[in-house]
């Protein structure tokens, strides 16, 4: 199998697709394994945010930033995103997306490792119910 870069829509498709998973483990009983795939949704969508602002044949980006891009830390991939300060505007008028943003800034990829104590209703909660956070993130990929 060859390596292929991911493209925006690959990331747009992995996002919708971990966040269905997401609800199905949820339905199944399995909530830390719903919290685990929650994240990663977001995760997905915040880097198809970031392909957006690429261009095809477009130079390599230097080797810090390429590095920066490859994380699982939300809070970084919004920035690099450049949706840090359109959240803060959003989120002080509405506070419904604050406090998801609040339930979901708090993943982190270690979750894959716990097996108690996550609380994937929640997670998958303030991500696709009303404000939740992929679906702002979706309005703007």
Known sequence: MRNVP???RDFQRLAELRAREAGALLRSRN???????????VECALKACIAKQTRRHEFPPKAKYAHE???HKLESLLKLAGLEKQLDSDMA????????WGVVKGWDEESRYRSTG???KDLLAAIVGPDGVLLWI????
């Open 69 to 71: 891009v490859y994380t």
């Open 31 to 41: 909530p830390v394994g719903s919290y685990y795939l929650s994240g990663y949704a």
């Open 6 to 8: 991911l493209t925006r």
């Open 138 to 141: 979706k309005q703007r990929w």
């Open 93 to 100: 008028t509405n506070l419904a997306l604050a406090r998801n």
């Open 118 to 120: 996550l609380n994937g």
